[in-house]
């Protein structure tokens, strides 16, 4: 077990819904070698309970609960409560990913899993969060800066022109370091409320975006395909939370 990073949580509160008393266990130490505080329950209900009482920074949550379906829960957190929830579960298939996805879940891992990449989306997902730290309105990561309030991105130190679509979908996808945003979330972000289906949209968009940041789908630096799903930004997913100065 690796010692705690400094700076990992400070003293973040983690809500874990699972009926697996072993994986519970293996969860609650994982967590606490890393500084955050956990509190664990077994069923859907108590879990709602513990979104109520507003107790938790974020939610760790099985699908696969003894009383009730983990996406009836997550829709029941969402009607009142923007806490970040990471859905944790067997389920692999690319249906279950999208409606969790679709629900609110702000990402999606699948078990087994290991155990630094749920660390580095809890984190994210802790960074998004209201009340986190400050947004950054400049983001460096090798060898591009995007100045999301100038909207002018560098590569190599030299400027490149992006179309308003391309800024749009990029700010999405940076403004929610290592979030998987589905194929409709974006659309609806990028091109309007009307759109939702037309993935080819998005398709053409991410590949010039793509190729003008020196990116490649076959080894991403910073866009990742999840196939079917949508799109990710994992440019500095695994790295520490900003520094103040970057924010």
Known sequence: MSAAAPGDSARHVIAVVEDDAALRRALRTSLRARGFDVREVATGEEGVVLAADAVADAFLLDLGLPDIDGLDVLARIREFSAVPIIVLTARDRQADKVRALDAGADDYVTKPFDTEELLARLRAALRRAPGGPPARTVVQCDGVEIDLARRLVTVGGEAVHLTRTELGLLEALV????????????LRRVWGQGYGTESEYLRVYVAQLRRKLGDAASSPRFILTEPGIGYRWIADELAAPPQPGLA
């Open 175 to 186: 403004t929610n370091p290592g979030k998987l945003l589905t194929h409709q979330e974006l």
